[in-house]
């Protein structure tokens, strides 16, 4: 069993910053790419950021130069650097990770973190 978990969320005012944090724990043999995507109230969930096993980096286009995604030495975390935050960054977080264990391959979510961001 594998389990995300991603802390680090909150109430922060327009131009603040947060930074988001994701630990994949259980039965893992490798992860490969860890991404955070976004939901907002009445909207679909979009990706932020992604960030390969080999440290390769994409964004959206509405966080580039603001949000930096980077992994932990140990792989199995990842972290989102959230600065000039504005209040349509605000939404429910969530971290994904494709994940290598004993049974084979999966894709797993975490549970989501809140940032509001006040204007």
């Known amino acids: 069993q594998v389990q995300l978990v991603e802390s680090g969320g909150g109430l922060v005012q327009a131009g603040g910053s947060l930074r988001l944090s994701c630990a994949a724990s259980?039965?893992?043999?490798?992860?490969?790419?860890m991404v955070w995507y976004r939901q907002a109230p009445g909207k679909q969930r979009e990706l932020v950021a992604t960030?390969?096993?080999?440290?390769?980096?994409n964004y959206a286009d509405s966080v580039k130069g603001r949000f930096t995604i980077s992994r932990g030495n140990a792989k199995n975390t990842v972290y989102l650097q959230m600065n000039s935050l504005k209040f349509e960054d605000t939404a429910v977080y969530f971290c994904?990770?494709?994940?290598?264990?004993?049974?084979?391959?999966?894709?797993?979510w975490g549970q989501g973190t809140q940032v509001t961001v006040s204007s």
């Open positions: 994904n990770a494709e994940v290598w264990g004993p049974v084979g391959n999966g894709i797993y």
């Open positions: 259980g039965r893992i043999f490798s992860i490969n790419a």
């Open positions: 960030i390969t096993s080999g440290g390769s980096t």
